[in-house]
């Protein structure tokens, strides 16, 4: 059983919006939850994580002021709402889980994750 998967994924146009979903099948209150991107040619990165109650969550740079990361323990279920994409954000996004949470940290060392979904693709058009 995959136990993170991935949806929402899609095309938009520049300043568009999309909302992506992470459906879990591990336990809510042991792992942190954490979204990861990676462009074609690049590495991946950080783009936000969240805690396992979902009161802290962090961002990196290029997401501040126009991402948001949730989560719904009841639904198991971990989001990331895009709003003001750019052609820069294009990429394929990772929802991954970490125990113990890494906070900040994690976003700067994605391998450190213990699970990870298929992906979804986001591309961003100019």
């Known amino acids: 059983q995959v136990p993170l998967v991935e949806s929402g994924g899609g095309s938009v146009e520049t300043g568009g919006s999309l909302r992506l979903s992470c459906a879990s099948s591990?336990?809510?209150?042991?792992?942190?939850m954490g979204w990861f991107r990676q462009a074609a040619g690049k590495e991946r990165e950080g783009v936000a994580t969240?805690?396992?109650?979902?009161?802290?969550?962090f961002y990196a740079d290029s997401a501040k002021g126009r991402f948001t990361i949730s989560r719904d323990n009841a639904k198991n279920t971990v989001y990331l709402q895009m709003d003001s994409l750019k052609p820069e954000d294009t990429g394929t996004y990772y929802c991954?889980?970490?125990?113990?949470?890494?906070?900040?940290?994690?976003?700067?060392?994605?391998?450190?994750?213990?699970?990870w979904g298929q992906g979804t693709q986001v591309t961003v058009s100019a």
């Open positions: 969240i805690s396992t109650g979902g009161t802290t969550p």
């Open positions: 591990l336990m809510p209150a042991t792992y942190c």
């Open positions: 991954a889980a970490r125990s113990p949470c890494g906070g900040s940290w994690w976003l700067r060392h994605p391998d450190d994750s213990n699970y």
